[in-house]
């Protein structure tokens, strides 16, 4: 055990070993010209843990954004775009409120007779490959672009864009292959897949009876494409459980067609964000809320509290006098974190409560009380340096290493020898709150050690527990660092 520890010192907290392989996981996934909800929130914070997880243990990760950007309704959004803004081709629209936009042109779309027509028109136009009606679909493209960048930059999520349109190209031959080996069949024009082994009554339509082409179609060739093209090992998706079905039937005509082989497939069911009321969670006037103001309003919650705590503990002499930049920076780790560990803790497949009130408690199994014991860790090294004048660090580089013998040492090393068996387990299971439960319980047993095993005693540093501190330092560090909730050295 001790050898456990001091290897985590020396190495820092290591990967389980396995042999890479090349893993697509498709998450987030918004709608171009729609406002993100919280259901893609739960999508981009599990996506990007799993993401995360996977590229430390080795793998290679595609972290792809399959964005709704192609389909009928782009017929709607470019002609009332064509009409509102005359000029869209010399100056880039001044789309201030997708979702309002959008809203305007269903308005029109429903209202009026002639414009529904243009749309139509538009549509024609733009899966003809008409200049123009290419240039505003990219236009309004990159006004959702922006939009959704505001929020992982928040959230500090890396994605690669390939939209459902990178696929149009691919999806006659995918269906004229599947058609040809005897997968896809035609029933009343249209060509469909009943694939065996699945319950489901409903078959994939994977070109409507008007020659259409749909979400099947697309997803489809989105398999062929990752598993052939790609040449990819593993796919995950993360989408809502209503999902579940479709992929169900995709997994199963992808296996049909003979595509997967050995390869591995996973549906990444959640369940619904919901309010206090335990329904879907919406704002007071029944809107669906920005995810921007969402994640925002944590962080000024949290900005307020540490105001009113730092104010008191630099008043008392505590603590130095802080700049509004080094507080709404911890604010923002401490608010971002705490709506990212809220999401993943209690299991992706269930529903959750989302409560500011209890995510940014600094008590119970809260990214705030993750984040709390992580500013204890740093402080006691601090502490420490300051009496004996050598930091943990350059203990470890002079060959020192810990020697346990406390019951709550023994413990807390146990705990950090569990890290690399527990994201050997996360990972496999994609069960991002398995992290969670390790971490608080890290955290748990931290706080337990160091109430009763003193690290600093009368000018004097013992030199174990302050190593054994520093490791368990490490691999909180580590675990918050693949959760996606960040660190802070001084609360």
Known sequence: LESTVNSILRHGPMPPPCAPKRVVVDFSSPNVAKEMHVGHLRSTIIGD????????????????????????????????????????????????????????????????????????????????????????WRQICEVSRREFEKVYSRLQVELEEVGESFYNEYIPPVIRHLTEIGVAHDSDGAMVIFPPGTKHEQPLIVRKSDGGFGYDSTDMAAVWYRLLELQADWLVYVTDAGQSQHFELIFAAARQAGWVGD????????????????????????????????????????????????????????????????LLETARVMGYGAVKYADLKGGRVNDYIFSYERMLDDKGNTAVYLLYAGARLSSIQRKAAATSGASAAELVASGAGVALSMPTELELALALARFGETVEFTTQTLLPNKLCEYVHDVCVKFTAFYLECKVIEEDAVNQSRLLLVRAAQLVIKKANELLGIGYVDKV
């Open 263 to 326: 390869k591995r497939l996973d549906h990444c069911p959640f369940g619904l964000v919901c309010g206090d009321d335990g329904k879907k969670f919406k704002t007071r006037s029944g809107e669906v809320t920005r995810l921007v103001d969402l994640l925002d309003e944590a962080v000024t919650r949290m900005e307020a509290t540490l105001r009113e705590r730092w104010d008191a503990d630099v008043a008392a002499g505590k603590l130095e006098p802080y700049t509004d930049e080094e």
């Open 49 to 136: 843990t799993i993401s995360r997880l996977l590229e430390f243990c080795g793998h290679r990760v595609d972290r792809v954004n399959h964005v709704g950007d192609w389909g009928t309704q782009f017929g709607m959004l470019i002609g009332h775009l064509k009409n509102v803004f005359p000029d869209y081709a010399t100056k880039p629209p001044p789309i201030g409120d997708l979702q309002q936009f959008y809203k305007d042109a269903k308005k029109v779309f429903d209202d009026d007779e002639a414009f529904k027509k243009v749309a139509h028109a538009e549509v024609v136009r733009l899966q003809a490959g008409d200049a123009d009606s290419r240039f505003a």
